[in-house]
């Protein structure tokens, strides 16, 4: 990386929105995130980058207990939102995960209607009082997904006959409908073109004004384009954690530094 | 010579030219097989093929053929004035070949020898007595004609089949020779066998749907002609299903509509029961069951799928309509007068269909990427709100699908309804009272002792017809649904 813009960039806020503490994951007899400990700042945009299968995935689940859904997975420590435990057993994952919205890899818009889309969370939430309520909540999430203008026309076409940018654009505004406070993506661009892959960059960060966003990325130019802090994974370890130009013009350990130069991952 | 060691002595040169023909191409090739453009095996079934293929097709051609020319040059034999009044040509041609069986059996238990057998000036009174002593079927009298006509056929039937034995073995052979002349390195034997496994599949899948079209077209017949002999108007809109079995003919009144709203009444009362409770566990199956409940439970569940529907019949009869008596019957509610009806049947029949519905509706649920139900549970849904709103939507066109094969299940069905429903067609909205079907009345139909040509037998061919048509449409349509919506969410 030679973008010396990259050590100038400003993190917005100091606040912990969220604090990971010793976090430990087992996939069955598999040991998959080897106490991990990670404070993720609010208002910012965090990457989490390392080779495939070191747990930048795993570790991003844990955030909203995706994680449950899976019978083998196990998952030990200590994870706090705005100070408060989400693996307490008086936290209701269902309604942790409205607080902390989820993208994923593949665009995954359901069979519904472009407007059914975005009004699904929602409507399961009560978040509109009537009709026109939701009309109100379904124009401005599309327009912060940044897709409003072309899809204005068409609300009632189904989400599943957009291109493959615009059902990720799409599944962005729909997560963003039901208010999170904390916007996971999983490598939401790993399935675009790149024209798509810039507009949902460019849409990520005018996402930080509002949230917290943690993005997982095999792209480390991706990385350093959208991010403010970056943590490094490795085989289960979370090796580096810093600022994003730090890690990438500057990293302390030499394990990062070879994988941002290409030689192992 | 019979086909059987005929077909076995094909079969013997085939396995002979396999040998010869993998052998001559390994040693054309110096005995090593990286020479040769196929594996040497293909040699060899390139040679069997080449000596079966033709031969068998020779074989069955010629079983085909050969009676229809016989029998045409044989009939010429008989002179138009042998043939008795109120009879005629082929059922002359049927007595002949009787007598000509008759004849061959005769020789078999030794009656007569075969010089007596072929005499034609044979003894007519001693050659009847004889066939009748030998414990043949001699039903009208012989005559001198038909003797000979008889002679005749015995002789030309057995030399055609001595031609046949030799033409076939011969093309067996020749085959053979074909294939192992061409058994030299170059020869692109794997291709060939290759042409010879489509084939084979071709004439699969063709035999599968020339049958189907036969069926179909045996129904098309039989329903014109029932179309004949009773207006086709009073058989679509009669109320009335009484068919007199007198004889008298002309005295029947065979409507369909009594029968077709007592299957459509028991369809519906069946698919009530079964797609409840099919879909419902077939979401508890996918969705909420552990992988251990679900491997022991979708088995179990699946042998009801496998119960014989007599047995569910029998059920009805047995268990199900006492029962339904005692609640609804005199001494309960007094809506009930025997246990056969259709609430018996529709119940019962719920219950076979069960699995149909669970088993194909958890396969498409299952179906529906993992993806739609993240991403549901991403925007903080639960289990259940995802299964309505997103699984199910996505799934319903193929259980849609699922439901009108088990719709086309309950209208074909039979055993059930002769056993649980009784057998009185009637037009009435009580589920309590006995009605009946489409298809206990083609077997009850078809079962009496009614003239085959009469429109009585005959009517269960219009009712077959009916059935198809229905059942048919509604596969179609299902195969639309499912079709239309497939591609959905991919």
Not at chain 1, 62 to 78: A, Q, S
Not at chain 1, 91 to 101: S, T
Not at chain 2, 63 to 84: A, K, T
């Amino acid at each position: 990386m030679d973008d010396l813009r990259l050590t100038e960039r400003d993190v917005t806020s100091q606040d912990a929105k969220i604090a990971a503490k010793n976090v430990q994951v087992y996939y069955g007899d598999t040991h998959a995130i080897k106490d991990v400990s990670v404070e993720i700042k609010d208002k910012t945009v965090t990457a989490f980058i390392g080779p495939s299968g070191c747990g930048k995935s795993t570790f991003l689940r844990c955030l909203n207990r995706m994680n449950d859904t899976i019978d083998i997975c196990r998952v030990e420590g200590d994870i706090r939102i705005d100070g408060e435990d989400i693996y307490d057993k008086r936290i209701d994952p269902v309604q942790l995960r409205a607080k902390v919205g989820m993208v994923f890899q593949k665009p995954n818009p359901f069979p519904k209607s472009i407007y059914d889309n975005i009004a699904y969370g929602p409507r399961i939430h009560g978040l509109a009082k009537n009709k026109a309520d939701l009309d109100v909540i379904v124009e401005k999430s599309l327009r912060r997904g940044a897709i409003w203008d072309e899809v204005k026309d068409r609300l009632n076409a189904p989400g599943t006959g957009l291109s493959g940018g615009q059902q990720q654009r799409l599944c962005i505004a729909r997560a963003i409908a039901t208010e999170p406070e904390v916007l996971l993506m999983d490598e939401p661009c790993s399935a675009l073109d790149p024209i798509a892959t810039a507009q949902v960059e460019e849409l990520i960060d005018e996402l930080r004004e509002n949230y917290s966003v943690v993005i997982v990325t095999h792209s480390m130019q991706q990385a350093a384009r959208v991010s403010q802090k970056t943590a490094f994974f490795h085989l289960g370890n979370l090796v580096e954690y810093g600022e994003t130009g730090q890690i990438f013009t500057n990293p302390s350990d030499p394990r990062t530094e070879s994988y941002i130069t290409g030689r192992i991952g | 010579m019979p086909v059987f060691w005929l077909a076995l002595i094909v079969l013997a040169i085939a396995a002979l030219g396999f040998a010869a023909g993998r052998s001559r191409a390994l040693s054309a090739a110096g005995g090593d097989s990286r020479g040769l453009h196929s594996l040497p095996t293909y040699y060899g079934w390139n040679v069997a093929l080449k000596a079966m293929v033709p031969a068998f097709f020779l074989l069955l051609a010629w079983l085909l053929i050969q009676p229809f020319y016989v029998n045409s040059v044989v009939s010429g034999m008989i002179p138009d004035s042998e043939i008795r009044e109120g009879s005629s040509r082929s059922l002359m041609m049927a007595e002949v070949q009787r007598t000509a069986t008759g004849l061959d059996n005769a020789i078999a238990e030794g009656v007569m020898d075969d010089a007596f057998a072929r005499d034609p000036d044979a003894d007519i009174a001693d050659v009847t007595e004889r066939l009748k002593s030998s414990g043949q079927i001699v039903t009208s009298e012989i005559t001198r004609p038909m003797l000979q006509a008889a002679q005749e056929l015995r002789v030309k039937s057995a030399a055609g089949y001595s031609i046949m034995s030799i033409a076939v073995i011969i093309a067996a052979v020749a085959g053979a020779l074909w294939g192992i002349r061409e058994s030299l390195p170059d020869f692109r034997a794997r291709n060939v066998v290759e042409q010879g496994v489509r084939m084979l599949l071709i004439a699969a899948a063709s035999i599968a749907i020339l049958t189907t079209v036969g069926i179909l077209l045996s129904l098309v017949f039989n329903t014109v002609e029932f179309f004949r002999l009773y207006p086709a108007m009073d058989f679509f809109f009669g109320t009335q299903w009484a068919p007199s079995f007198s004889g008298r003919g002309g005295s029947s009144e065979l409507g369909v509509l009594p029968l077709l709203w007592g299957t459509l009444y028991i369809s519906i009362v069946a698919l009530a029961v079964a797609v409840p409770i099919g879909l419902f566990s077939a979401i508890y199956l996918s969705e909420y069951a552990s992988p251990r409940v679900r491997s022991v439970a979708k088995p179990l569940l699946e042998i009801l799928a496998g119960i014989p529907t007599i047995v569910y019949g029998l059920f009805a009869l047995l268990t199900v309509g006492p029962l339904l008596v005692s609640v609804f019957g005199r001494d309960g509610l007094n809506w009930m007068q025997s246990g056969t009806a259709v609430m018996t049947a529709g119940l019962v029949m719920g219950i076979m269909l069960i699995p149909f519905v669970s088993s194909l509706s958890d396969d498409i649920i299952n179906a529906v990427p993992q993806a739609m139900r993240d991403g549901s549970y991403g925007l903080g849904a639960t289990q259940s709100e995802t299964i309505r709103q997103v699984v199910i939507p996505a799934a319903l066109p193929g259980i849609v699908g699922a439901v009108l094969l088990a719709a086309s299940r309950a209208i074909g069905e039979t055993m059930i309804v002769v056993l649980g429903a009784g057998a009185a067609a009637r037009l009435s909205l009580n589920p309590f009272e006995a009605m009946t079907t489409v298809t206990a009345k083609i077997v009850s139909q078809l079962t009496g002792d009614a003239d085959f040509a009469s429109p009585e037998a005959l009517v269960a061919f219009a009712l077959g017809m009916t059935l198809f048509v229905i059942t048919l449409a509604l596969n179609i349509f299902a195969l639309y649904i499912v079709r239309k919506y497939r591609e959905q969410y991919e």
